[in-house]
């Protein structure tokens, strides 16, 4: 009799084991700054051995969560009934946006701007750029972006002629700010000698320097790209 008494309370001993087992085995972790549970380091619940979840002394039953306390938490309301929806509006007519005018490219010869080998405007070159750049653009739209590049010719290093054809176009820019534009809707760009100009007759680089310069002098310039709404 004594041995089947010690078997059930071992059973006993074990069911109670399991379940307090399973009913911790999922982390109950508060997220809330205001917490009504009290909860260890990793913000988990701390619970009983039979699992119940531990209030703390602010605790308000608004506070209940539906893994402590699933019969204090409020149930959501049912949903409600379909409305049927209205019969539905003719659609207004699309607003047709004006067609942007295509790009209008402005190209300035780097011999009317600057000197050879220099990123500084001469004093002709504001004139140039008042009657080739400034005056066309009261005949556009918005204007929505310029682009102006800097080229160079051939003569000298790539990384030196990078340098100086974005020096030009940033001279370029500084004087249209100068003259009222918007410098948030002008970009610069150096070409450097990546794209020589097309169309142009070819310069042997046997040429005297100074024949050699005059010969790749088309190459050297800066182009205005124009891009506005059609006016």
Same mark, same amino acid.
């Given at each position: 009799?004594?041995?089947?008494?010690?078997?059930?309370?071992?059973?006993?001993?074990?069911?109670?084991?399991?379940?307090?087992?399973?009913?911790?085995?999922?982390?109950?972790?508060?997220?809330?700054?205001?917490?009504?549970?009290?909860?260890?380091?990793?913000?988990?619940?701390?619970?009983?051995?039979? @699992?119940?979840?531990? =209030?703390? *002394? !602010?605790?308000?039953?608004?506070?209940?969560?539906? #893994?402590?306390?699933? $019969?204090? +938490? /409020?149930?959501?309301?049912?949903?409600?009934?379909?409305?049927?929806?209205?019969?539905?509006?003719?659609?207004?007519?699309?607003?047709?946006?004006?067609?942007?005018?295509?790009?209008?490219?402005?190209?300035?010869?780097?011999?009317?701007?600057?000197?050879?080998?220099?990123?500084?405007?001469?004093?002709?070159?504001?004139?140039?750029?008042?009657?080739?750049?400034?005056?066309?653009?009261?005949?556009?739209?918005?204007?929505?972006?310029?682009?102006?590049? @800097?080229?160079?010719? =051939?003569? *000298? !290093?790539?990384?030196?002629?990078?340098?100086?054809? #974005?020096?030009?176009? $940033?001279? +370029? /820019?500084?004087?249209?700010?100068?003259?009222?534009?918007?410098?948030?809707?002008?970009?610069?760009?150096?070409?450097?000698?990546?794209?020589?100009?097309?169309?142009?007759?070819?310069?042997?680089?046997?040429?005297?320097?100074?024949?050699?310069?005059?010969?790749?002098?088309?190459?050297?310039?800066?182009?205005?790209?124009?891009?506005?709404?059609?006016?």
């Amino acid at each position: 009799m004594n041995k089947i008494i010690v078997r059930t309370s071992l059973i006993a001993m074990l069911c109670s084991t399991l379940t307090i087992a399973t009913a911790q085995a999922q982390d109950i972790v508060l997220k809330d700054e205001i917490k009504g549970y009290a909860v260890d380091s990793r913000n988990v619940v701390v619970r009983s051995g039979t @699992g119940l979840c531990w =209030r703390s *002394g !602010s605790w308000t039953p608004a506070m209940a969560i539906a #893994e402590c306390d699933p $019969d204090l +938490v /409020k149930k959501p309301a049912p949903a409600p009934a379909p409305v049927a929806a209205p019969a539905p509006k003719a659609a207004p007519a699309p607003v047709v946006a004006p067609a942007p005018a295509a790009p209008k490219v402005i190209t300035l010869a780097a011999t009317e701007l600057f000197d050879f080998n220099k990123a500084v405007l001469k004093p002709a070159a504001k004139t140039e750029i008042d009657q080739k750049v400034i005056e066309k653009l009261a005949g556009v739209g918005k204007i929505n972006l310029i682009l102006v590049g @800097g080229h160079t010719d =051939r003569i *000298g !290093s790539a990384a030196y002629n990078q340098k100086l054809s #974005e020096k030009r176009a $940033d001279a +370029v /820019k500084a004087y249209l700010v100068s003259k009222g534009m918007d410098g948030k809707i002008i970009e610069t760009l150096g070409f450097g000698k990546t794209t020589p100009a097309q169309g142009v007759p070819k310069c042997d680089d046997k040429l005297p320097r100074a024949k050699l310069i005059a010969c790749l002098e088309p190459h050297r310039r800066v182009t205005i790209e124009i891009q506005a709404a059609a006016k």
